[in-house]
T-cell receptor
Framework: QKEVEQNSGPLSVPEGAIASLNCTYS??????FFWYRQYSGKSPELIMF????GDKEDGRFTAQLNKASQYVSLLIRDSQPSDSATYLC???????????FGQGTRLTINP | GAGVSQSPSNKVTEKGKDVELRCDPI?????LYWYRQSLGQGLEFLIY????????KSGLPSDRFSAERTGGSVSTLTIQRTQQEDSAVYLC?????????????????FGPGTRLTVL
């Protein structure tokens, strides 16, 4: 069973709407969760990290973590065409530093 | 400040040849990681260095893969007797300290990657 699951998409959202990206994980011991954005042909860049249950907001981005249900999500408000990219969810593995990544969700924002 | 740098950006080699990929982490970062990303695949962990500790090699796919980190800074990933299935983008990342005493992981910052093509 894959440790981090994401819907590969593509997810299409109209410009100005809210994009909702979801990720589920199996390792209950994980304490650190990360969202990375990856443009085609580029390396991943950090969007947000979250350690605690609840919401964490940064500008147009909100990360949500629910450890009881083992999911983490990323909301993008007022979506822009420049938000079109693949979004990678990652978690650390208990007792180890390595990150395990989901397959990524390809997001397209339509003007 | 300067980010993670990797060289070469592209490498084309013939099957059976050895290749070396280089990573320069962010200055002051003590933790360094190698990942690879195959076409249409997610990122796959390969190896992790933290300070002077023994590296975590649990992600290396075979004994043809090895890595070293000299002087706690620059790292080299070596693939011996390359195979076509080794074709991928090899990404290096670094972080400040790795795992904190709280058990939480520091953010990893990625380099631009090396695209390896094995013919």
């Amino acid at each position: 069973q894959k440790e981090v699951e994401q819907n590969s998409g593509p997810l299409s959202v109209p410009e100005g709407a809210i994009a909702s990206l979801n990720c589920t994980y199996s390792d209950r011991g994980s304490q650190s969760f990360f969202w990375y954005r990856q443009y085609s042909g580029k390396s991943p860049e950090l969007i947000m990290f979250i350690y605690s249950n609840g919401d964490k907001e940064d500008g147009r981005f909100t990360a949500q973590l629910n450890k009881a249900s083992q999911y983490v999500s990323l909301l993008i408000r007022d979506s822009q065409p420049s938000d079109s990219a693949t979004y990678l969810c990652a978690q650390d593995i208990q007792g180890a530093q390595k990150l395990v990544f989901g397959q990524g969700t390809r997001l397209t924002i339509n003007p | 400040g300067a980010g993670v740098s990797q060289s070469p950006s592209n490498k084309v080699t013939e099957k059976g040849k050895d290749v070396e990929l280089r990573c320069d982490p962010i200055s002051g970062h003590t933790a360094l990681y190698w990942y690879r990303q195959s076409l249409g695949q997610g990122l796959e962990f390969l190896i992790y260095f933290q300070g002077n500790s023994a590296p975590d090699k649990s992600g290396l796919p075979s004994d043809r893969f090895s890595a070293e980190r000299t002087g706690g800074s620059v790292s080299t990933l070596t693939i011996q007797r390359t195979q076509q299935e080794d074709s991928a983008v090899y990404l290096c990342a670094s972080s400040t300290r790795g795992v904190r005493t709280s058990g939480r992981s520091d953010t990893q910052y990625f380099g631009p990657g090396t695209r390896l093509t094995v013919l």
